[in-house]
C-alpha cells in the first residue's frame, strides 16, 4: 500500500555531506511518519531519525543530533535527511520506513510495517 524508494547515497570523505531522499510512489504520503535507520554490514538495523506527518515533530538518534536532520515535502510525497560532518561510523546502507497507521509518530523499529530498498552511504578517512 506504502511504497517507499531512497535515494542519494554514495560514497564521500568524512567531513562531508550527502541529502538521502525517501520518496513514496502509489498513493498520498502525507499523512504518514518517516524514520530513517541504518544497518552496518553484518550488523542490526538501528534507528537514525524520524518525523511525523506534517514535519512538527522530529527525533534522532544521540549518534547524529546535530549533524543530520530530517524534513519532508508533502507536496512532493518525499521526506529527505541531510547528512553533515559525516564520519565512517556512519557507513551503513539507510532505509526509510513508514509505520502501520497514518498520523502515528514512533521511533521504534518494531512499530514500522513499511521498508524501502536502502541506499547505500559509504564515508572514507
Known amino acids: 500500500q506504502v511504497q517507499l524508494v531512497e535515494s542519494g547515497g554514495g560514497l564521500v570523505q568524512a567531513g562531508g555531506s550527502l541529502r538521502l531522499s525517501c520518496a513514496a510512489s502509489g498513493r498520498a504520503y502525507s499523512g504518514y511518519s518517516t524514520g530513517w535507520f541504518r544497518q552496518a554490514p553484518d550488523g542490526e538495523r538501528w534507528f537514525v531519525a524520524a518525523v511525523n506527518w506534517n514535519g512538527s515533530r522530529t527525533g534522532y538518534a544521540d549518534s547524529v543530533k546535530g549533524r543530520f536532520t530530517i524534513s519532508r515535502d508533502n507536496a512532493k510525497n518525499t521526506v529527505y535527511l541531510q547528512m553533515n560532518s559525516l564520519k565512517p561510523v556512519d557507513t551503513a546502507v539507510y532505509y526509510c520506513?513508514?509505520?502501520?497507521?497514518?498520523?502515528?509518530?514512533?521511533?521504534?523499529?518494531?512499530?514500522?510495517?513499511?521498508w524501502g530498498q536502502g541506499t547505500q552511504v559509504t564515508v572514507s578517512s
Open positions: 520506513a513508514a509505520p502501520m497507521r497514518p498520523y502515528y509518530y514512533t521511533a521504534l523499529k518494531a512499530e514500522y510495517a513499511w
